[in-house]
């Protein structure tokens, strides 16, 4: 069933980037979410939203521009530079590229992207937990004062893990309390 739904699905999605047509359901989820903010903080969120929308949105055939050559030759003091980026620029605009076969193939992952994402997904996840369990015993160490204070049924809160520790030896048999210093 599984492997039958992503089958599907990429069937499905291929070329959705570039058959994207319905700029009716964009403005009707843009609306919604402009009737549901109420506050000046969530306002301010719907219009970044809102122009980056637009920004993305608008079509690129009318986004053209003469470039002024002779306007640059006169600003700029390096002899020959603007003749030279005006003949790259030539150059350049001669070639076409297939803008839909790169589309396509840009909105698909392949096997070792996916298989590495995978990889360096759980490895953020697990860092990242490390580290927010590390910084969260920072900040209760640094927040509870005296240690001698604290209760032993208290410990288990400001160091996690100690409880899964102490199982472990528990039911490993590893005394840690008999380590012989030499």
Not at 4 to 25: E, M, P, S
Not at 91 to 108: F, K, R
Not at 154 to 176: C, L, M, Q, S
Request: glycine share 4%; no cysteine.
């Amino acid at each position: 069933m599984r492997g039958k739904f992503f089958k599907y699905l990429d069937q499905t999605t291929k070329g959705a980037v570039i058959n994207y047509t319905r700029q009716d359901l964009t403005r009707k989820w843009l609306h919604r979410i402009q009737t549901k903010s109420k506050d000046q903080l969530s306002t301010e969120s719907f219009a970044k939203l809102s122009s980056l929308v637009d920004y993305y949105s608008k079509s690129t055939s009318n986004t053209e521009s003469l470039i002024n050559w002779e306007q640059w030759k006169s600003q700029i003091r390096t002899e020959g530079i603007v003749d030279k980026l005006k003949a790259k620029n030539e150059e350049l605009q001669a070639q076409t590229y297939n803008v839909e076969s790169l589309a396509s193939s840009s909105a698909h992952n392949t096997d070792q992207y996916d298989k590495y994402g995978l990889l360096l997904r759980y490895n953020y996840e697990l860092h990242m937990r490390q580290y927010s369990n590390n910084l969260k015993a920072l900040y209760g160490l640094t927040s509870i004062g005296d240690l001698t204070l604290i209760d032993n049924l208290e410990w288990p809160k400001y160091k996690p893990g100690i409880v899964e520790n102490v199982a472990g030896w528990r039911e490993t048999g590893y005394n840690h309390t008999s380590i012989i210093l030499i």
